[in-house]
């Protein structure tokens, strides 16, 4: 099993370029979420997906589209981007859905974005 | 949100020495995870612990919910057990919106 595949795993941006994030699971998890790290900070939630067809905002959501394909992918899209948004970004996902339970967080290996 | 703090931010032991992490939450939570970050950067899930008490090899958790605390258990330390380790919480009001630590950087020493 492969889990949580996110592509790419660098990338270089110029400000105002768009871009999109791959994230692809294969446990059949309900939710699906992508989060960014900062140095020396923990991470933090840009969107989530509780079920195919639906998305939520999380924290901090400026700047940043997403799109549940379908239940295996959720795609995240810097659409101009910004060097506040240089950052590495990883796509998780979990069993809880809408109806909650033991859900448990597996991430995938990450996105290291550096916008110029 | 839910404010989360991990303590100690940072920590510095030789192999062999035992450990303890803390993080405390500020509001009541359904859902309570600990992870390492490892140098590489994988984020690696260690435990899922509402509340009770785990163990798993040399690590063990235990979660006082009532008293809005967790505690992670590092015994006889290896290398391999330096990197980051964070806590992240989810409120009852919203399963999915998990809050994170800013993580208690461990750096076990041969």
């Known amino acids: 099993n492969a889990g949580v595949t996110q592509t790419p795993k660098f990338q270089v941006l110029k400000t105002g370029q768009s871009m999109t994030l791959q994230c692809a699971q294969d446990?059949?998890?309900?939710?699906m979420y992508w989060y960014r790290q900062d140095p020396g900070m923990g991470l933090r939630l840009i969107y989530y997906?509780?079920?195919?067809?639906?998305?939520d905002k999380g924290e901090v959501p400026n700047g940043y589209n997403v799109s549940r394909l379908n239940k295996r992918e959720f795609s995240l899209r810097l659409e101009s981007a910004a060097p506040s948004q240089t950052s590495v970004y990883f796509c998780?996902?979990?069993?809880?859905?809408?109806?909650?339970?033991?859900?448990?967080?597996?991430f995938g290996s990450g996105t290291q974005l550096s916008v110029l | 949100g839910i404010q989360v703090e991990q303590s100690p931010p940072d920590l510095i032991l030789q192999e062999g020495a035992n450990s303890t992490l803390r993080c405390n939450f500020s509001?009541?939570?359904?859902?309570l995870q600990w992870f390492h970050q490892n140098p590489w950067g994988q984020l690696i899930n260690l435990f899922y612990?509402?509340?009770g008490t785990k163990q798993n090899g040399r690590l063990s958790a235990t979660t006082v919910a009532t008293e809005r605390y967790s505690l992670l258990y590092i015994s006889s330390s290896q290398t391999t057990d330096s990197g980051v380790y964070f806590c992240?919480?989810?409120?009852?009001?919203?399963?999915?919106?998990?809050?994170f630590g800013s993580g208690t950087k461990l750096n076990v020493k041969p």
């Open positions: 446990m059949n998890h309900n939710s």
């Open positions: 998780a996902s979990s069993e809880i859905g809408n109806s909650g339970g033991n859900g448990k967080l597996f």
């Open positions: 612990i509402p509340s």
């Open positions: 509001d009541s939570v359904n859902n």
């Open positions: 997906s509780a079920s195919e067809g639906t998305t």
């Open positions: 992240a919480v989810a409120p009852p009001y919203n399963f999915n919106k998990f809050y």
